[in-house]
């Protein structure tokens, strides 16, 4: 038995390798470049770096409910042929919170939003790198992806999340 789960693992790995998608500055070398921040600045991309997991910069996203500090930020679009199932790979790193939103928001040709969404919440994660997992089912129209982070912290709750290496596979089978 364990060596079917190998045998999976090792499929999925080379799934994994069959097509990678480009993530525009999805590792941050480029700091802020081509993501959107809200007005509210509770997001930055440079920290400490103890925290970075590659060099230079990672995304954070904190946000604290009594001190009224929110944000939002939305990644670069991201070219990507529906339909299909794509897998998005990302590290991230929580410190605090857990009503982190992150949604992938999906668009036609013409950057016309399509009603359809992939969300789950991330969080604290002890303070260690590891890996977040994401399937995206994408629509026939589907041209574009987006990252949405919208902290959503409960009273008396702070969120603070770093994110790193973003990557997008699809899997030919």
């Known amino acids: ?34 993501w959107f921040f809200s007005r509210e600045r509770g997001v930055q991309t440079r920290a400490t770096a103890e925290f970075f997991r590659t060099a230079p910069g990672a995304l954070r996203v904190y946000a604290d409910a009594d001190k ?8 670069p679009f991201v070219p990507v042929k529906g339909p299909g199932i794509v897998e998005l790979r990302y590290a991230i790193c929580g410190f605090a919170g857990r009503h982190l939103n992150l949604t992938v928001r999906q668009y036609d040709a013409q950057k016309n939003f399509l009603p359809i969404e992939n969300w789950g919440e991330d969080g604290d994660t002890g303070g260690k790198w590891v890996t977040g997992l994401r399937e995206i089912l994408l629509d026939e129209k589907t041209a ?8 959503l912290p409960a009273q008396g709750e702070t969120i603070d999340v770093f994110y790193d290496d973003f990557e997008i596979g699809r899997a030919h089978v």
């Open 1 to 34: 038995m364990k060596s079917g789960v190998i045998l999976a693992g090792l499929l999925a790995a080379s799934a994994w390798a069959s097509e990678v998608i480009p993530f525009p500055n999805g590792s941050f070398d480029e700091g802020e470049a081509r």
């Open 68 to 75: 009224k500090i929110m944000a939002r930020v939305d990644s």
């Open 144 to 151: 574009y992806i987006q990252l949405r982070f919208l902290p």
